[in-house]
């Protein structure tokens, strides 16, 4: 790019499943940041429905082809691993003012770790503010469809996971009276 620092962005997460809520602010980041990074959190105090494996190799499917977007997972302090990685912001999807009051705190704790690096806030579009991975799970688990909610790869994993052959309609059609 003609010579000039690219910046890289890292967009940190559990993506216990990626939903599209995440894809939009990907796609969002990719219009302000050269490069981003997601970034998958390896937590061993949780028991995610998919693998750490599962994820990447979903995230990666999402994006192949496309070079400004890449897939890694850290362990420990985030701000590290993103010095490490040589990004100087933090991505996070803000869907609500719910979402605020942890995301600032960490925002703030963050840069008192490491003031090298900016959180920047992106909202997602407004079809994807109720949008969450732990509903997308529970939906699903409960029978419910998510085909408009997440990417094709994920809907299929779920299926597989759950022995479900054919996705639901996300609403019964009304009949003509
Ligand atoms: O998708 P999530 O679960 O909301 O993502 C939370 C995540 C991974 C961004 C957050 O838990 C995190 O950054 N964990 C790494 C540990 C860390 O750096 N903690 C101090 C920051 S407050």
């Known amino acids: 790019m003609n010579g000039k620092r690219r910046t890289l962005a890292v967009f940190p997460g559990s993506f216990d499943p990626i939903t599209n809520g995440h894809l939009d602010i ?98 997602p579009a407004e079809r994807y503010s109720y949008l969450s991975s732990r509903l997308v799970k529970e939906v699903f688990q409960l029978g419910g469809g998510v085909r408009e909610l997440v990417p094709a790869g994920v809907e299929r994993r779920l299926r597989e996971k759950y022995g479900r052959s054919r996705a639901p309609q996300t609403a019964p059609r009304r009949r003509a009276r």
């Open 26 to 123: 990907i796609e969002r980041s990719l219009t302000v940041f050269d490069l981003v990074t997601v970034a998958i959190l390896v937590n061993l105090e949780k028991q995610p429905l998919f693998t750490v494996e599962e994820r990447v190799e979903i995230i990666r499917e999402e994006y192949q082809g496309n070079p400004r977007v890449k897939v890694d997972t850290f362990t420990g302090l985030l701000v590290d691993y993103a010095e490490k990685a040589g990004a100087t912001v933090i991505v996070r999807g803000l869907r609500a003012i719910s979402d605020f009051e942890f995301e600032f705190q960490m925002a703030l704790m963050n840069r008192h770790l490491n003031s090298r690096i900016e959180t920047v806030f992106m909202m």
